[in-house]
T-cell receptor
């Protein structure tokens, strides 16, 4: 399977702290995307980074991509209770298949 | 409002009884896809479609069928459901070239239980 893996599986932090989660994948990609999912609901796209990009920002989100290590990280700064959710990375490969990781469950304690 | 809709949201059925889960998007997207989500396994792609009449298998296509007769609709068909198809199903769509740096739009999910 080309499925990615997120690390850690679960993360618990205090409100105001930064949260970092990592994603590793196995084969070359066209782009990598991060999604958020609140319990049992649909996924919401957060940010997309293309294979020729190394870093992207969107509000409190910062994503990095290291294609040599086949890894990406998502940083959420100044976390809020509303950021509590599961976060997934998804890789887009030639052939238009998508592979999702197993997710990081983030809990932000008020 | 840009959205992907799925119906039904919840479904309990019995082994072998054919069912269809509908998916519709109002964004004129070329690409549509179906995923199943199971605890500990994340999301796995079942089928995807690049455009009308063009469909391809994803990672876990066994036991499923799809069709794409219209651009907006992409139904998922289980001709003979089995208990191992009990799962949470998501439909998604996106523009063909990730215009605007945008990923997929997901529907709200269909929770299927096969007894």
């Amino acid at each position: 399977s080309q499925q990615g893996e997120e690390d850690p599986q679960a993360l618990s932090i205090q409100e105001g702290e930064n949260a970092t989660m990592n994603c590793s994948y196995k084969t070359s990609i066209n782009n990598l995307q991060w999604y958020r999912q609140n319990s049992g609901r649909g996924l919401v796209h957060l940010i997309l980074i293309r294979s020729n990009e190394r870093e992207k920002h969107s509000g409190r989100l910062r994503v990095t991509l290291d294609t040599s290590k086949k890894s990406s990280s998502l940083l959420i700064t100044a976390s809020r209770a509303a950021d509590t959710a599961s976060y997934f990375c998804a890789t887009h490969h030639t052939g238009n298949q998508f592979y999702f990781g197993t997710g990081t469950s983030l809990t932000v304690i008020p | 409002e840009a959205q992907v809709t799925q119906n039904p949201r919840y479904l309990i059925t019995v082994t072998g009884k054919k069912l269809t889960v509908t998916c519709s998007q109002n964004m004129n997207h070329e690409y549509m896809s179906w995923y199943r989500q199971d605890p500990g396994l994340g999301l796995r792609q079942i089928y995807y479609s690049m455009n009308v009449e063009v469909t391809d298998k994803g990672d876990v296509p066994e036991g499923y069928k799809v069709s794409r007769k219209e651009k907006r609709n992409f139904p998922l068909i289980l001709e003979s459901p089995s208990p191992n198809q009990t799962s949470l199903y998501f439909c998604a769509s996106r523009p063909s070239a990730f215009e605007g740096g945008r990923g997929q739009y997901f529907g709200p999910g269909t929770r299927l239980t096969v007894t």
